[in-house]
């Protein structure tokens, strides 16, 4: 008899040791893999925790490229923004060091050096990293500055820096009749000695008073009259140019009485008016007072001629002026003159452009007396010289010979202020002139790029700047500008909330003072067999130790600030990152707890599991073959 199967579950044995299998299976990929499974749907409720994570840590990866990147980038800038430096304080230090002798740069060797480093820092400017230009914000895909000799010498249809430094040179000299000639210019100043002139024409009781045909000579504004009379004196100014005025006295009972006075009015170049007044006496004083003239009892021809000698007497060439020769913003300007000696008289006229100074000589002047003038150069800077009276000819730069009289001494000191002028124009204001025009050229962000203006008659009578043309003039820099944070041109998000800022501009203030620095000292050149050049040099190199002085570390573009800036957004980054290590090595343990498995807790159910799976297999092996006989034995 056999025991019928029905009486045992051995389907539901099957399922179960079906179940078991699954689940060796399972634990066996487990164990392989080391993941607690192999899709998202066998997590469970686990998968959203997976998923969240998963997200978190894609974004810190693309955080991490960011970084890596923006890294990379900072560190090129940090090296290119270092050597600027270092270019910075080399020019700074061989300018200061006097930059003849063999204590610093020589004047032979000047341009060239400065043609080297100007070269190194318009190549840094032009560097790229992977095909990204570097120094010109958000235009990354083209060079930012031109090369060096374009910037220096043009290409014959744009103006480079050589050509506007000279236009600049004379528009600031004026006078000059050829391109690079300055010796006919003293610094747009006009020196004049006083050229009125009076004479008796056919009418013998008449005086004509005529005016200066030298350009930016004297003029009669007027002769006024103070008479007890008024019919004994009738003046008629008349026209042309010079237009002069004519005196006409009166005879008989309407000849000019003693103690009646004459007032010429004569306005000198840059505005001044100084009224000269001649008074009628009966008697001379004694010794004669400058300006009086005899009444000759009834004869107006005689008092004429007396009134012509007194005018001839005070308007001998004994007066000097020096006057600006228009208002503009060129050339040298006059802030003021003084003297220490009691037989000259000057006087100034400061209050409206154009100035103008004036000197008159009313006797000899003693021997070591001084006359001192004040200027003022196109770039604001002030200064002053003296001239000084010496017995001794040929007067030196800085002296005026005492002549045989008042003429032959304002003759003298005319030339003495001429040779200064020009000194003046040949050395400080010829190095002003320079660097203007590169300041003006070489734009920093947020200025225009300038150039002296042609009026049509040449640059010695400009009166204007003007916007630079970039159809004929070279434009150094077209990168980007903007009026706002130069470092936010360029940007990397390194964070949730954290944005790096690194962009630099290439014309920020500090480098285009370094390229203005550079080139104009390459643009200049100068030799030591040229008198003037030492002190033009002096004064070209000192501009610069300003221009470049540590003093303007601290101002907003300085190569000092851009460092610093980028040295913060380097620290944001390395922030961002220590950052993100720590979180994302929290978020890594978070999923590992989600996906991983313990190898050694796998293990132990993997033996556990086959341990059940074997004594099911033996177990349905011996139902599947029981008997009543086996049963009953």
Known sequence: MQISRSLFPVGGAYKSVQSLNQVLQKLQVQ????????????????????????????????????????????????????????????????????????????????TQTSYARLDEVLAILNSDLNGRQMFA???????????????????????GLKQLISERKRADAGGLTALGDMTNGHGRVDIDQIQLGAAIPGALNEVVISESATPNGPSVTGVATTLANPASV?????????????VAFAGGADLIADGDQLT?????????????????????????????????????????????AAFAD?????????????????????????????DLTVTAQTTTQPHALQIRVDSLPQEGETITVNYALPDGSTGSFEIAAVTTTPAQRGEFTIGADTDATAANIATAIATQFDHLRDTDLAAVSADLAAESMIAANGETPMRVVDPGTGFADAVAMGVADPANTVIWYSGQSTTGSARQTASARVDESTTA??????????????????????????????????????????????????MNNGTSGSIEVIALELGLAQATVGSASERHATYGAQLETMLSEIESVDINEVAMQLLAVRTNLEASYQTMARLADLQLVNFMS
Request: aromatic fraction near 6%; proline fraction near 3%.
């Open 264 to 308: 010429v009015n004569v306005q000198r170049p840059g505005g001044l008016v100084e009224p000269y007044t001649f008074t009628a006496v009966t008697t001379l004083s004694v010794p004669p007072v400058a300006g009086e003239f005899a009444i000759v009892a009834g004869d107006e021809n005689a008092t004429a001629a007396n009134f012509n």
């Open 314 to 342: 005070v308007f001998q060439a004994d007066t000097v002026t020096v006057a600006e020769d228009g208002a503009h913003a060129f050339g040298i300007k006059l802030n003021g003159i003084s003297t220490d000696s009691s």
């Open 234 to 246: 009738t003046v008629t100014p008349a026209g042309g140019a010079p237009a002069p005025a004519t």
């Open 501 to 550: 800022y690194y962009g630099v501009l290439g014309n920020e203030q500090g480098i285009a003072e370094l390229v203005r620095a550079t080139a104009v000292m390459a643009a200049e050149s100068f030799s030591t067999s040229v008198t003037s050049d030492s002190d033009r040099f002096q004064a070209l190199a000192q501009r610069q130790v300003v221009r470049l002085a540590e």
């Open 31 to 110: 164990l392989a893999t080391q993941e607690k499974a192999a899709t998202l749907s066998e997590l469970g409720t686990d998968r959203v925790f997976d998923l969240t994570l998963r997200s978190r840590l894609s974004r810190l990866e693309a955080f991490g490229t960011n970084i890596d990147t923006t890294t990379l980038r900072l560190d090129f800038l940090d090296n290119a923004v270092t050597r600027l430096n270092e270019i910075e304080g080399e020019v700074r230090g061989d300018l200061s060091a006097g930059g003849i002798g063999s204590d610093g740069i020589s004047l032979a060797s000047a």
């Open 137 to 159: 914000g958000n235009r990354t895909d083209s060079r930012p500055v031109v090369n060096t000799d374009l910037l220096l010498d043009g290409d014959g249809t744009h103006a």
